[in-house]
């Protein structure tokens, strides 16, 4: 089975642009969510979708949101970038909804805001 | 504020030791607990997961869950180089709920 794509693999972007991110899911998979990792911050939690709904949004501003297509393929969008954007976007998956159940991570996306 | 806290490290062990690495979380109520490995510049990869209280043996891998006392940890025996990586702990809090993930620990197995 192919596992967790991710694309594009790095951006550089400037402060005020706005960035897509995509994520496509394992196949079978229904569960997308996302997250935020930066040195000083570790692994944050963004937003989960499973069958094109949001389950559950972490303690990020309204900049960032998502989507979720039929397919399960999904994206993040992170409109008005900030310096403090600059991270490793991740996209992990699974099978069903809520934590519980073990996610796969995507290689990433490395985003760099200037 | 639900945290999952671990020691940063880095964590030095000689080739062929046990490595232990340590996990707690602020909530009692939590259900589920993984382990993931991530590699300077990689993304995370599972390596364990587990939901009982008690030990669970996969490999040279062995998690330990301890709802009591609120912590999980993770001993790797027989370390080898290969095994120099971030460990990440992540709880799972409720059913339906997001992972919650710690800073992770820095392991460094000399050869």
């Known amino acids: 089975k192919a596992g967790v794509t991710q694309t594009p693999r790095y951006l550089i972007k400037t402060r005020g642009q706005q960035v897509t991110l995509s994520c496509s899911p394992i196949?079978?998979?229904?569960?997308v969510s996302w997250y935020q990792q930066t040195p000083g911050q570790g692994l944050q939690f963004l937003f989960e979708?499973?069958?094109?709904?949001?389950?559950n949004k972490g303690n990020f501003p309204g900049r960032f949101s998502g989507r979720q297509f039929s397919n399960s393929r999904s994206e993040m969008n992170v409109s008005t970038l900030e310096l403090g954007d600059s991270a490793l976007y991740l996209c992990?998956?699974?099978?069903?909804?809520?934590?519980?159940?073990?996610?796969?991570f995507g290689p990433g996306t490395r985003l760099l805001v200037l | 504020q639900k945290e999952v806290e671990q020691n940063s490290g880095p964590l030095s062990v000689p080739e062929g030791a046990i490595a232990s690495l340590n996990c707690t979380y602020s909530?009692?109520?939590?259900?589920?607990f993984f382990w993931y490995r991530q590699y300077s510049g990689k993304s995370p990869e599972l390596i364990m997961f587990?939901?009982?209280?008690g030990d669970k043996e996969d490999g040279r891998f062995t998690a330990q869950l301890n709802k009591a006392s609120q912590y999980v940890s993770l001993l790797i025996r027989d370390s080898q180089p290969s095994d120099s990586a971030t460990y990440l702990c992540?709880?799972?809090?409720?059913?339906?709920?997001?992972?919650?993930f710690g800073k992770g620990t820095t392991l460094s197995v000399s050869s």
């Open positions: 992990a998956s699974s099978s069903r909804a809520g934590g519980g159940e073990t996610q796969y």
């Open positions: 196949s079978g998979h229904r569960s």
């Open positions: 979708y499973f069958s094109e709904t949001q389950r």
């Open positions: 909530d009692r109520g939590s259900q589920s």
């Open positions: 587990i939901y009982s209280n």
């Open positions: 992540a709880v799972n809090v409720q059913a339906g709920t997001a992972l919650i």
